[in-house]
């Protein structure tokens, strides 16, 4: 048996007079018993939140104490233990950990907190004769609004290295946009200084936005305080500006209509928003205070994937054929990232591993990309491979099985009971049409019937038909519509996931005429 205890005495605060905290239980480990207890000054109002665990509440002449206690006393098997570590792992990586347990705040309202953070940044943002001349030298030539405003924007997301090291109140206060300008490098809240900067140069004066790259860590109803992690701006649009190619905007009723965008993002490109900033709460900080602003998710439409396939059958089985797929929104930034960071060869092998999800002994024989680095075009690849074996002979029959590439089914609800809501990286639109040529003398004996499932977060349909005579056709479509399905609605999701991944499995028999 192992005891331990440990205390913090922060001597020098962040933001003065005030205090802020959060806190996870150990779920890991058998626990006999696990303790938390905050000690404040007894007239001092906070405002705190725990999910499950309710604190008992004492006090003496000077002091309210909080204590919290929990205990794990349940071992878990190697086989959950690895699961777990999966599933934590799978959900870090996109930003989706659940909100802390516990939260604690001395700051009473957003408003608070918003007027803290513009104090700290109100004189870092003040433009300096250097900053005029470029954002002058970017902008010349523009005709209007919105081409300055790309024209900045372009500028400040791509051609500045993203460089974090934050200590103190660095973890919070810009550099000045000076000294961003000739660092040539800075972290995000240090980009969006001097974006504001320029921006202030043609007329434009935006708003810094606080976030926390996993959604659900901040919210209306939890305490106001300091958990962020990221910086981006939102700035109110000029009224000759459009919004039809900038979704990223929302109705806001003081300001107007107000633009969302992410400088540190480099492959985002104006008018987007990267997936983890999308349907996510954001303190918006003005000049009279902050409020909390419930940032757009995109339409479906925006995140988009189509893909095409031509593919020829032949009597042995083997197939060969191309691949044409367009991308858009954060399928497009997905595959961007996975490109870029590959280098020569390593890009076919990208390509390779997706290809070998989904079809055996294959060879890549040919691939190109289109607007890998021109983050404001639809991205575009396509690819040409041949494999063996990928129909079945039984002896008169040919079995091949339609959806050849991709997967939208998932068996992440089948395994155990969960407690959490599902979340979604984005709304999305997906289309899949795979034309396969199927050898002379064969005939359709069996073909898998049509799906189609509606539900208010998602849907998905798909339709299996002959061609032309000798073309076999799958098209199919999947939507999500929203990205946060709560826990009462796993039960429909588990149903969802499982009829996607029936379809996905299902094959066309076909047979020799005259058999």
Request: proline share 6%; aromatic share 10%.
């Amino acid at each position: 048996m192992l005891e331990f205890q440990w205390h913090w005495h922060t001597t020098k605060p962040l933001a003065p007079g005030q205090f802020w905290f959060a806190y996870n239980f150990s779920h890991d480990s058998i626990i006999l018993q696990e303790q938390l207890q905050i000690g404040i000054p007894r007239n001092r109002p906070v405002k705190w939140k725990s999910s499950s665990l309710k604190p008992v509440l004492t006090e003496d002449s000077a002091s309210r104490f909080f204590t919290w206690t929990s205990s794990h006393l349940e071992a878990k098997s190697t086989e959950e233990e690895k699961k777990d570590q999966e599933q934590t792992q799978y959900q870090a990586a996109r930003g989706k950990l659940p909100a802390p347990e516990i939260q604690l705040s001395s700051f009473q309202s957003w408003e608070e907190v918003g007027g803290w953070y513009t104090s700290l940044q109100r004189e870092r943002v003040k433009p300096t004769a250097e900053i005029r001349t470029k954002a002058a030298e970017l902008t010349k030539g523009s005709a209007d609004d919105a081409a300055r405003l790309h024209a900045i924007y372009n500028y400040v997301s791509t051609q500045f290295r993203y460089i974090g090291i934050a200590f103190g109140i660095g973890r919070y206060q810009p550099h000045s946009a000076a000294d961003v300008l000739n660092n040539q490098y800075g972290d995000c809240k240090d980009k969006a200084t001097l974006l504001a900067a320029m921006l202030h140069e043609i007329g434009i004066d935006p708003f810094y936005v606080l976030v926390n790259m996993r959604r659900g860590v901040i919210a209306p109803d939890y305490p106001p305080g300091l958990n962020f992690n990221h910086v981006i701006l939102a700035i109110p649009l000029p009224a000759d500006v459009p919004i039809t190619t900038l979704p990223a905007t929302m109705a806001h009723p003081h300001y107007g209509k107000l633009l969302f965008f992410d400088p540190t993002s480099t492959m985002t490109p104006l008018g987007y928003l990267p997936s983890d900033e999308q349907a996510n709460f954001g303190l918006l900080a003005a000049a009279d205070g902050g409020e909390l602003v419930n940032m757009p998710l995109l339409p479906a439409s925006v995140n988009m994937l189509r893909r095409t396939a031509h593919l020829t059958l032949a009597l042995d089985g083997s197939i060969k054929g191309s691949v044409d797929e367009i991308r858009d929104g954060d399928p497009a930034e997905e595959s961007r990232a996975r490109l870029l960071a590959a280098q020569g060869t390593g890009r076919a092998k990208v390509i390779e591993s997706f290809l070998g999800s989904f079809v055996g002994g294959f060879t890549l024989t040919k691939a190109s990309v289109q607007n890998l680095e021109a983050y404001d075009k639809l991205f575009g690849l396509k690819y040409e491979f041949d494999a063996p074996n990928y129909a079945q002979l039984a002896g008169d029959l040919l079995i091949v099985r339609p959806r050849i590439l991709g997967g939208k089914g998932s068996t992440m609800l089948e395994e155990k009971e969960r407690k959490y809501p599902v979340e979604f990286g984005t709304a999305t639109m997906q289309v899949d049409q795979f034309d396969f040529t199927v050898p002379q003398g064969y005939v359709p004996d069996e073909l898998p019937p049509p799906l189609n499932i509606d539900y208010n977060f998602a849907t998905y349909s798909s339709k299996v038909e002959m061609i032309g005579g000798n073309v076999l056709r799958y098209s199919r479509t999947y939507q999500v519509k929203d990205v946060m399905i709560p826990s009462a609605r796993l039960g429909d999701l588990k149903i969802f996931f499982k009829k996607i991944l029936a379809d996905e499995s299902n094959a066309a028999v076909f047979k020799k005429a005259g058999s």
